[in-house]
């Protein structure tokens, strides 16, 4: 009996040890599953400023033996403007495996000040049992700080006073107008009363550097004065956080024109004004011709730059821009090839200086022109003989052979022949020559001419000399003034000046 006993209480045992070990498997939840390590590779705390984002970073690693899924959300995925955003939030996990998931928190432009604790889950699912999930959670704190530092509706004059006044000033409206009032005063204080006495101090100094500095600062001051109060003031009223934020951008714009004005008188008033004296020192043209050139580009680039600024103010992404202005300059560039050449042109003329302003250039025809004005486009010829003015473009004066007429001097030396009949007297005939050259205006008496036999003509024997003048604008009028001295002393001294003649023989034949 107890033997029949025992063979049926064995099944028993063994079918008891199975249900046991099946509801076992049912309640225990996956061990790899449970054993996803979350490494963060930064602090949980972070400040946000407005308009900018925030990078977090964390590694997943599966510790277990089988491959999971990792799910990634944030709660509140957005709150007053702050917006979270995995940059990818489905990983997949092999046993031992490990990767990382990123967490990007944006600030919008017109968040307000505030602190939040955003709580960041990754949910991991085991592939080969998806009922085994489990969820771990880690907490991200940020301290979001405004862009324009909005705290409206504080019913404070100057934000310091209680707003103790009587009806109707006794709202955040009056506290408004008193405190805008109270700053335009201080504003007319100074440009009334404190700048005109400072410069009544620096009158007495020797230097005007002070009084340029003070007429410059007067007008950007005083509208800073009255626009940093105003705006500060505006905080004051009890409207809402958007529209603060608006007026504060304006302001922001504001200065950046002020800044930029301030900037460009600075540079106009000061820099330009002393650089003026100094060129009037130099003899180069370089510094007269490129002054000029730097007033243009001041007028050019500040405000450039203050449009760049606004329009970072206004959100715009200064490297799209950027890049326009690049392509649109290159477009620039190839459009005024011509016009870039002259400029580099002139700088190179300028510097290399073969000729300067009353210089007199030796034109293809002979004639002589002055240097009137050598710009960096084009230089400014006068034609001496015909008293026209002459435009030549700075690349053609660069790249063209230059004869200019007063280097080593001023002087020039001019060739005159003249022809006398064959049994002259060479000897007189020099002698005379000498005695018109001295009798000359326009003759380098410094100088000693130099006269040669030049040739033995049909009809004459000619002679030249080279007769030294004082400039090369006077070489026409020395030469006539040569010729009619010479053949007054040659009428004088019976030198006789031949026209062209033959000499015949006739010979008679006898028949």
Do not use: C
Not at 158 to 172: A, F, G, K, R
Not at 231 to 255: G, H, P, R, T
Not at 280 to 302: A, N, Q, R, S
Request: charged share 20%; proline share 4%; glycine share 6%.
């Amino acid at each position: 009996m107890n033997s029949d006993f025992k063979v049926r209480r064995a099944p028993m045992l063994i079918a008891s040890l199975m249900l046991v070990l099946l509801v076992l498997m049912v309640i225990s939840p996956a061990s790899s599953a449970g054993e996803i390590n979350i490494l963060p590779q930064s602090g949980p705390y972070r400040e946000l400023d407005a308009d900018t984002s925030q990078v977090f970073e964390w590694v997943i690693y599966n510790n277990g033996s089988e491959p999971v899924v990792v799910k990634g959300t944030v709660d509140p995925v957005s709150y007053n403007g702050v917006t979270a955003e995995f940059e990818d939030d489905f990983i997949t996990l092999g046993p031992m495996e490990s990767a990382s998931m990123v967490v990007t928190f944006t600030a919008g432009r017109e968040v307000s000040d505030f602190k939040k604790t955003f709580l960041v889950n990754f949910t991991a699912t085991d592939m080969s049992s998806p009922s085994n999930v489990t969820v771990n959670t880690v907490e991200v704190e940020l301290d979001v700080v405004s862009i324009f530092g909005v705290d409206a509706g504080a019913n404070k004059i100057l934000h310091i006073w209680d707003n103790n006044l009587p009806e109707p000033l006794n709202t955040n409206t009056g506290a408004f107008l008193v405190s805008v009032l109270i700053w335009l005063g201080i504003g007319f204080a100074f440009y009334f009363i404190v700048d005109p006495t400072v410069h009544l101090l620096t009158r007495k100094t020797e230097t005007e550097l002070d009084d340029i500095i003070l007429h410059i600062l007067r007008m950007p001051l005083f509208l800073l004065i009255v626009l940093i109060g105003s705006v500060s003031s505006i905080e004051i009223l009890d409207i809402s956080q958007k529209m603060v934020a608006d007026i504060e951008m304006l302001y922001a714009i504001a200065l950046v024109l002020i800044g930029a004005w301030l900037a460009y008188k600075i540079y106009d008033e000061i820099v330009l004004y002393y650089a003026k004296k100094f060129a009037k020192k130099t003899e180069t043209e370089l510094d007269d011709v490129l002054i000029p050139v730097l007033e243009k580009i001041g007028m050019i680039v500040f405000p450039f730059l203050a449009l760049m600024l606004i329009f970072q103010i206004l959100g715009y992404d200064l490297t799209v821009l950027l890049a326009g202005a690049g392509f649109l300059g290159l477009v620039v560039g190839l459009a005024a090839q011509s016009t870039l050449a002259n400029f580099f042109a002139g700088i190179q003329l300028l510097i290399d200086r073969p000729f300067k302003i009353g210089d007199l250039l030796m034109l293809e025809s002979g004639d002589f022109a002055e240097v009137k004005h050598i710009g960096l486009r084009a230089t400014e010829l006068l034609d001496t003989t015909n008293n026209q003015l002459i435009v030549i473009p700075n690349d053609q004066m660069a790249n063209n052979k230059i004869v200019n007429a007063v280097m080593p001097d001023r002087g020039l030396t001019i060739a005159v022949s003249i022809g006398v009949a064959y049994g002259s007297d060479i000897e007189l005939v020099k002698k005379l020559m000498l005695e018109a050259f001295s009798e000359m205006a326009n003759s380098n008496k410094e100088k000693v001419p130099a006269i040669r036999l030049s040739d033995f003509a049909d009809s004459s024997i000619n002679m030249k000399i080279f007769i030294p003048i004082d400039a090369a604008p006077n070489k026409w009028r020395a030469a006539s003034e040569f010729r009619e001295i010479l053949y007054r002393k040659f009428k004088e001294n019976k030198v006789e000046i031949p026209f062209p003649q033959r000499v015949v023989y006739l010979k008679t034949e006898g028949k």
